[in-house]
């Protein structure tokens, strides 16, 4: 089966830089998402990566290395607003239209 | 453009009764998902149609658990009895080709069930 695996929680202090690991099995790979779940609201798409590499958006950078099966989501300049869960996702090997999302990390970002 | 939109936003119900739960997706948007997602853990998908056909219903406890998506639009998921152990935020999300080949999905704000 297909499984990805994250720490459950993440904390760290205003203006600081905060990553977020994921590591992931599955036999065929199609890429990682990562997803932003505020307490009580609905996932929201940030970034995705399907090769190897760093992908910049703003604030917010991701990292996949397919070889050792791995990702990271990179926060700089950590606001409170940040303070949420991150998932990362991957794309199920059998039907690539179906996400198979991780456990979850619990970013609290604190003053 | 209009989000994905669930109600109710919150149910409480005693176990053995049953409830239902109604998603109007992204407009455009043929493939919509319902996802459940307990407390603490990552989203599960439970059904996944394109327009008005079901693509993916594995996980889906079908002896209790039902959805349909008539028009291809609307879809509506039902829990007939409920147990406890169904108490969860039930996702709709929904997505088009273009955005689904990187990985994207819109999701609603859910729908929340306890289950007494």
């Known amino acids: 089966g297909q499984s990805l695996e994250q720490p459950s929680e993440v904390t760290a202090v205003e203006g600081a830089i905060v990553q977020i690991n994921c590591t992931y099995q599955t036999s065929g790979f199609y890429g990682l998402s990562w997803y932003q779940q505020h307490d009580g609201g609905a996932p929201t798409f940030l970034s995705y990566n399907a090769l190897d590499g760093l992908e910049e958006t703003g604030r917010f950078s991701s990292f996949l290395s397919r070889s050792d099966s791995y990702g990271y989501l990179l926060l700089q300049e950590l606001q409170m607003k940040d303070s949420a869960s991150y998932f990362c996702a991957v794309r199920d090997q059998w039907n690539t239209d179906k996400l198979i999302f991780g456990t979850g990390t619990r970013l609290q970002v604190f003053p | 453009e209009a989000g994905v939109a669930q109600s109710p936003r919150y149910k409480i119900i005693e176990k053995r009764q049953s409830v239902a739960f109604w998603c109007n997706p992204i407009s455009g948007h043929a493939t919509l998902y319902w996802y459940q997602q307990i407390l603490g853990q990552g989203p599960k998908l439970l059904i996944q149609?394109?327009?008005?056909?079901?693509?993916?219903d594995s996980q889906l406890p079908k002896d209790r658990f039902s959805a349909e998506r008539l028009k291809g639009v609307d879809s509506t998921l039902k829990i007939q009895p409920a147990k406890l152990e169904d108490s969860a935020v039930y996702l709709c999300?929904?997505?088009?080709?273009?955005?689904?080949?990187?990985?994207?999905?819109?999701f609603g704000e859910g729908s929340r069930l306890t289950v007494l």
């Open positions: 149609f394109q327009n008005n056909g079901v693509v993916d």
């Open positions: 999300a929904s997505s088009i080709p273009s955005r689904l080949n990187t990985g994207e999905l819109f």
